[in-house]
């Protein structure tokens, strides 16, 4: 494997472990998200240009318009939970908790 | 040589992203990575992939993420943990340099007949592939709408009444 798939799975494997196992606040919950579908978009990108597959190229633009849908989407979610608790800490968001 | 130096900015923008304590480093990290994904890219041939990622990324979502962090992450987060990235990010690279040792082919870099490949392809987007257009455009109407009805909730007034 070259150093270039390499780099680049490290990126989606950061990025699943930072969704995964988050500590602090809510937003950078959301910003390892947009790292794992950067990464993703960079894997098909550069995986179709080396082995001449020209179809997904097509893909990973349509997969760049959905993940821009997403972040708006958590965006919003995260402004509506700071608004009603204050914080954007998870540790703070317990309400459902036992 | 130096491609190999930008892709281990971007590993470098990446564990910034991770492992930092502070979400507006994060922010900063993933812009980082944003625009070294895009170095890569143009390197590889792909310079429409690399305008659109700079483009709709840089210039769209990290600007959406820095106006609603502004509207409602900690106004005093906690003491960067820079040292610790750093040191992350070495052991990263090393894993990555010296374990992964084949380079790729001469051929595949900044190679001079490569760079009509993503327009090409992009084309059929606008020609046989118009319903993924238009399914595309329908989904970002909704997550408008979504947007603008999660993030007022009950209201009927301004979003930040302080």
């Known amino acids: 494997m070259n150093i270039l798939s390499a780099v680049l799975f490290s990126l989606f494997f950061l990025g699943i472990i930072g969704v995964v196992i988050n500590r602090l606040h809510l937003l950078s919950l959301l910003l390892c998200l947009e790292l794992l579908l950067v990464s993703l978009f960079l894997n098909i990108s550069t995986w179709s240009q080396i082995h001449d597959e020209l179809v997904y190229l097509n893909f990973s633009i349509l997969l760049l318009t959905f993940s821009a849908c997403e972040a708006s989407a958590g965006l919003a979610l995260m402004v509506s939970l700071s608004r009603s608790h204050n914080t954007d800490l998870l540790a703070n968001i317990n309400l459902l908790q036992t | ?162």
């Open chain 2, 1 to 162: 040589m130096v491609f190999y130096l930008f892709m281990l900015l971007l590993l470098l923008g990446s564990t910034l992203v991770f492992y930092s304590l502070s979400p507006y480093y994060a922010a900063l990290g993933l812009m980082i990575s944003s625009l070294f994904g895009c170095v890569v890219l143009t390197s590889l041939g792909l310079t429409f992939l690399a305008l659109l990622l700079l483009l709709i990324y840089m210039g769209g979502m990290l600007v959406v993420f820095v106006y609603s962090s502004a509207l409602s992450a900690d106004r005093y987060p906690m003491v960067s943990n820079l040292g610790e990235v750093v040191l992350l990010f070495l052991l990263l690279s090393f894993w990555v340099l010296f374990i992964f040792e084949d380079f790729l082919e001469s051929s595949t870099l900044f190679n001079l007949l490569s760079p009509l490949n993503d327009l090409s392809s992009l084309s059929v987007l606008y020609d046989y592939g118009g319903a993924y257009l238009l399914v595309g455009g329908l989904a970002l109407l909704v997550v408008l709408i979504v947007a603008l009805v999660v993030s007022y909730g009950s209201s009927l007034l301004a979003l930040r009444s302080l």
